[in-house]
């Protein structure tokens, strides 16, 4: 005959392998990245724009590059 001991120690250790997977795959999420357009003249530091992808940055570069110059991205992680 089975005890209340024997039943409830596999069911910790399930509830607690679920919880480690679940951290662990949220844990291992992909980062997130900001893209910064900046000017090229000055050292780069003037700050134009921030972009929620490389795409958007990119747009606004080939928009704006006759009228700002020379323009880069920066890519941060958040």
Same mark, same amino acid.
């Given at each position: 005959?089975?005890?209340?001991?024997?039943?409830?120690?596999?069911?910790?250790?399930?509830?607690?392998?679920?919880?480690?997977? +679940?951290? @662990?795959i949220l844990?291992?999420?992909?980062?997130?990245?900001?893209? *910064?357009?900046?000017?090229?003249? !000055?050292?780069?530091?003037h700050h134009? +724009?921030? @972009?929620?992808?490389?795409?958007?940055?990119?747009?606004?570069?080939? *928009?704006?590059?006759?009228?700002? !110059?020379?323009?880069?991205?920066?890519?941060?992680?958040?």
């Amino acid at each position: 005959m089975k005890t209340n001991m024997t039943i409830k120690v596999p069911r910790i250790f399930l509830i607690f392998f679920i919880h480690m997977t +679940i951290l @662990a795959i949220l844990g291992c999420s992909s980062p997130n990245y900001r893209y *910064e357009v900046h000017l090229v003249d !000055g050292g780069g530091t003037h700050h134009l +724009i921030t @972009a929620d992808n490389e795409d958007e940055a990119w747009d606004f570069i080939d *928009e704006q590059e006759d009228s700002h !110059g020379a323009m880069k991205i920066l890519k941060f992680e958040e």
